[in-house]
């Protein structure tokens, strides 16, 4: 009968230490797994947040202006919208020391009903050997994303 009741205690102490080592697998895989979930869950919150900024992006105009030189001597004033919605509604100003457009040609453009994405308007800019080589423009629009955007540029020649 001993030696049964050796055996028996060999076995209960083998089923002991493989109870503790399933135990001990079990807790670290437990914790792989909640670093893995929540891993998963910050990458969920950054997809989220960059699918809203795509949206986001996506109702909104992006207006500029740009000198654009044509032929020899003569430049424009380029506006433009680089975004991907479309702009209604622009207007343009700038210092009115400043007399570098011709302003009845911009009161003839201006305000503008609608500037499409990838569009532009070009404004003759008069150009002289003693002009400031860089000016402020200030560009007001409204889009999907707002109603009352301004923008203030300062392109050079």
Sequence with gaps: MSISRAFGDVVAVLALVLSVVATIATIRFNNRQKSLVESQRLLNLRL???EELDAETNRRADLSANFVKMGRSSWRL???NR???VASNVSIT???DDDFLIRREVEAKFPLEVLEPM???ELL???SF???SKHQIT???SDEYSESNEKTVYPTL
């Design 83 to 85: 975004g991907k919605a």
């Design 139 to 141: 560009l007001r629009w």
């Design 130 to 132: 003693g002009s400031r």
């Design 48 to 50: 989220l947040a960059r």
């Design 94 to 96: 700038w210092p009115d």
């Design 119 to 121: 569009q532009g308007v």
């Design 125 to 127: 800019a008069l150009v």
């Design 78 to 80: 380029k506006v433009f």
